[in-house]
């Protein structure tokens, strides 16, 4: 398959690399110092699932320079979603599915927005990985999985994509309830996020005090109840369900948003607790536990370098 990897990053760059390494033909857009080390040393993977090296990496900034593909895995930061979309004509052909690997669950909705449609199936990732330094990507753990829908295109342009994803040994699979298992993901990732960034502690810090412990569990159910009055199928026990799974986790592990705080990145808090702020008030649902968090986290959301503006 021709796959297009609009984002490069941790996300981006991982699954791009391992789906390439299996035979695929990826094109990686990306910028700046990431790409200039792509196009001079090709790609590195670090992982306890097997490191790869890809050399040379057909990597460029300009979408124009690869044509229509099969898939594009889009996964840039939040922020850019719209600029993003925008730039992604050249890449798209009547079957091209644009399968989000982003965080939050208003992403699909803005995609829809500005891309043709049926174009856009839904999508969710599940990884720990980041960009250690330009050109190289650090996979924490031994989780990587993508669950995708089939947005109502011809089945096999999202078969031969999961049987892709396989032989290149990604966890994968197809979701017949897609916008649910977002919004799954949304839940337990609104609560790490919220919580390891605020408390400035991982996980396993979070879940042991008894008091950040509730507050966890609160800032989840606050989440269950928007997504239940919007109609998402959720269990009204998700919440302590997946306070459960976070007991689960390895100790030290923590958030994209919370390593984004430590480096004085900008932080996608808007997305995540903030999204659950504005949804709640226009289902009329209260969501005070969150709207702390966004009000605490606001003044560091811009990057350290916009601090006050």
């Known amino acids: 398959m021709r796959i297009a990897v609009m984002g490069s990053g941790g996300v981006g760059g991982y699954f791009g ?171 337990f990732l609104v609560g790490l996020s919220a919580l390891t960034t605020s408390v400035r502690a991982p996980i396993g810090i979070v879940r042991s005090h008894p008091e950040t412990r509730r507050l966890l569990f609160g800032v989840m159910e606050e989440v269950v109840c928007v997504g239940r009055a919007k109609g998402i199928p959720l269990a009204q026990s998700y919440a302590a369900d997946r306070l459960s799974f976070c007991d689960s986790l390895p100790e030290s592990m923590t958030s994209s948003m919370h390593n984004d705080l430590e480096r004085g990145n900008r932080m996608e808090l808007a997305w995540l607790s903030g999204a659950v702020v504005r949804l709640g008030e226009s289902l009329g649902v209260p969501t005070p536990l969150n709207r702390v968090i966004a009000g605490l986290l606001a003044p560091w959301a811009p990057g350290r370098s916009r601090v006050g503006q």
Not at 58 to 80: M, Q
Not at 108 to 118: A, E, K, V
Not at 149 to 172: H, K, M, Q, T, V
């Open 17 to 187: 690399a391992r789906l390439a390494a299996a035979g695929q033909s990826v094109h990686f857009l990306a910028r700046g110092a990431h790409l200039e080390a792509m196009s001079r040393n090709g790609l590195e993977v670090r992982s306890s699932l097997g490191d790869l090296r890809l050399h040379p990496v057909h990597a460029t900034g300009d979408p124009a320079r690869i044509g229509p593909v099969d898939i594009v895995l889009f996964a840039v930061k939040l922020w850019d979603t719209e600029s993003a979309a925008r730039a992604l004509d050249p890449l798209l052909a009547p079957d091209t599915l644009v399968i989000s690997l982003q965080n939050g669950v208003e992403k699909d909705d803005i995609l829809r927005s500005i891309l043709p449609r049926g174009h856009v199936p839904g999508g969710v990732c599940y990884i720990a990985s980041q960009v250690a330094s330009p050109g190289v990507i650090a996979h924490t753990g031994r989780m990587q999985k993508l669950v995708f829908g089939d947005g109502g295109a011809p089945a096999g342009s999202a078969n031969a994509f999961l049987e892709a994803c396989r032989e290149a040994r990604i966890d994968s699979e197809i979701s017949p309830s897609i916008e649910k298992t977002i919004w799954e993901k949304f839940v």
